[in-house]
């Protein structure tokens, strides 16, 4: 059975835009990417949307859904009162290219900074990897992140304080995660989350791990435990006493 609602998308770009309400016929299954896509097809054939699998896995078509980051393929209209208009906009923490697309280019520009997977030369000469269970299945949520940057919308730090010279966000956190849990890794990144990273900048609010939608706890596994090892690392009073001490040993030698 049909029935109509009403979607108010934003339509605009970097210079200025509205919301215009459009009403469109629903049916029983439909997600949010199913109505947008018929008021494309039908009635605003201009209307720019960014989309691919559908399924969820890609993590191309993130909007914010009455005000909340989602993906738009993964929210029904089931889940959505329908006596209002359904809030369609683009994210807020990123330049507006045109309607609901975004420009993202800043995640991956970003990520092209932290520094590679690098396992020890035995290991690689070894020819064989060999690693606990255990420790493969700590790292093993993190490779589940499809790249929708909901995390990156929601987050204060760069939505409402902009501090993307500062901050590499919680995606990128959680990609820094993956490598240094990774049981190989010989790479060293604790001064970099310190400092260029901006992990202390993140206070642990949990905004992140709530939309994502590959439910991967983002906070609780990725980013708190990198916080305690730059915290080990370099707040720590009796490792900080040991480096003094240390270094001033060392040179009376």
């Not at 191309?60 to 980051?69: D, L, Q, R, Y």
């Not at 330049?95 to 092209?112: A, E, F, G, Q």
């Not at 499809?146 to 500062?166: A, G, K």
């Not at 190989?184 to 990273?197: N, Q």
Request: contains cysteine.
């Amino acid at each position: 059975m049909k029935t109509a609602a009403t979607f108010r998308i934003w339509r605009g770009d970097a210079s200025g835009g509205r919301l215009i309400d459009y009403q469109t016929s629903i049916s029983e299954g439909m997600v949010v990417l199913d109505a947008v896509r018929q008021i494309q097809t039908e009635q605003a054939n201009d209307l720019a949307i960014r989309w691919n699998c559908r399924a969820g896995k890609c993590g191309s078509c993130s909007a914010e859904i009455n005000g909340m980051p989602k993906l738009m393929c993964m929210t029904r209209l089931s889940s959505i009162p329908l006596n209002k208009p359904v809030m369609v906009e683009p994210m807020r923490t990123f330049p507006l290219i045109r309607d609901l697309v975004t420009d993202v280019s800043w995640n991956y520009r970003v990520k092209k900074e932290i520094k590679p997977f690098r396992p020890s030369p035995a290991d690689v000469a070894d020819g064989g990897w060999r690693m606990q269970q255990v420790d493969i299945a700590r790292i093993e949520e993190f490779h589940r992140c499809i790249e929708c940057f909901l995390c990156q919308d929601v987050c204060h730090v760069l939505r409402e304080h902009q501090l993307y010279d500062r901050y590499i966000g919680p995606r990128n956190l959680v990609y820094t995660a993956a490598l240094e849990m990774h049981p190989l890794e010989t790479e060293h990144r604790l001064e970099a989350l310190k400092d260029r990273y901006g992990i202390g900048y993140c206070n642990v609010t949990n905004c992140c791990t709530l939309v994502c939608p590959a439910e991967i706890k983002i906070t609780e596994n990725a980013i708190i435990p990198q916080k305690e090892r730059v915290v080990d690392a370099f707040y720590d009073p009796l490792i900080r006493f040991w480096r003094f001490f240390g270094r001033r040993f060392s040179r009376s030698r």
